[in-house]
């Protein structure tokens, strides 16, 4: 088991392009999470997500960020029009259900920057 | 909204003494309550949970207190160790199991 993969590990885009986050859960989960993580901060919720559905994205900015987690490949996060105040590490996290105490597993995280 | 506060920002040690890291929640319906331990430039990884219907939990050098009345619930290290430096986070997650909300994250330092 790979465990959760995201790519791109590190992702540079300048200010007004697009950034697109990918994150495959790991083998049989179908429950992803996206969170934010700013320097020297901590780990702010995003968004939940399960095949085909947004369950909760009250972390989500009203604006240029958009999820998705298709039925068939990854869950994306999307950035458009990124600022400066974008750069940050996103991480997705991963669980096989969501009961409670269900342990959600972490991918590496992808460092976007922006200049 | 629900929120969790986590104290101290930092912490340094002398190895072989213990640290505690404190936490208290908003939401009175929270009740997993799973702390992650962040190396530097690391994905977040679980270290030790604890479930409402628990007082304490431990395993080997760590050990979790969680005091539903006062919504606070703590980190215990003992004989703490150099590779023990890392950032930990607390966090709080409802019943729901899908909003875990984190606390700000304690940097360790653990000297040699």
């Given at each position: 088991n790979?465990?959760?993969m995201?790519n791109?590990r ?6 007004g392009?697009e ?22 901060e901590?780990l702010?919720f ?11 994205e ?6 240029r ?5 298709p ?15 974008d ?9 096989q ?7 959600a ?6 460092r976007?920057?922006?200049v | 909204?629900?929120?969790?506060e986590?104290?101290p ?6 190895e072989?003494?213990s640290?505690?890291i ?18 530097l430039?690391?994905r ?6 604890i ?18 009345t006062?919504?606070h619930?703590?980190?215990?290290i003992?004989?703490?160790?150099p590779?023990?430096?890392a ?6 997650s ?8 984190f606390g700000a ?5 653990v000297?040699?």
């Amino acid at each position: 088991n790979a465990g959760v993969m995201q790519n791109p590990r590190h992702l540079v885009r300048r200010r007004g392009q697009e950034a697109r986050l990918r994150c495959s859960p790991m083998k049989g989960h179908s429950h992803v999470y996206w969170y934010r993580q700013l320097p020297e901060e901590g780990l702010k919720f995003m968004v939940y997500l399960q095949k085909e559905n947004i369950i909760d994205e009250s972390g989500m900015p009203k604006e240029r960020f958009s999820a998705e987690f298709p039925k068939e490949g990854p869950s994306i996060l999307r950035i458009q029009q990124v600022v400066r105040g974008d750069s940050a590490a996103y991480f997705c996290a991963s669980s096989q259900d969501r009961g409670p105490n269900t342990e959600a597993f972490f991918g590496q995280g992808t460092r976007l920057t922006v200049v | 909204g629900e929120n969790v506060e986590q104290h101290p920002s930092t912490l340094s040690v002398q190895e072989g003494d213990s640290a505690v890291i404190k936490c208290t929640y908003s939401d009175s319906a929270s009740n997993y309550f799973p702390w992650y331990k962040q190396e530097l430039g690391k994905r977040p990884q679980l270290i030790i949970d604890i479930r409402s219907n628990v007082g304490e939990k431990k395993d080997q050098r760590i050990a979790v207190t969680l005091n539903k009345t006062a919504k606070h619930f703590s980190l215990h290290i003992t004989e703490t160790q150099p590779e023990d430096s890392a950032v930990y986070f607390c966090a709080a997650s409802n019943p729901g199991g899908f909003k875990t909300i984190f606390g700000a994250g304690t940097r360790l330092f653990v000297k040699a």
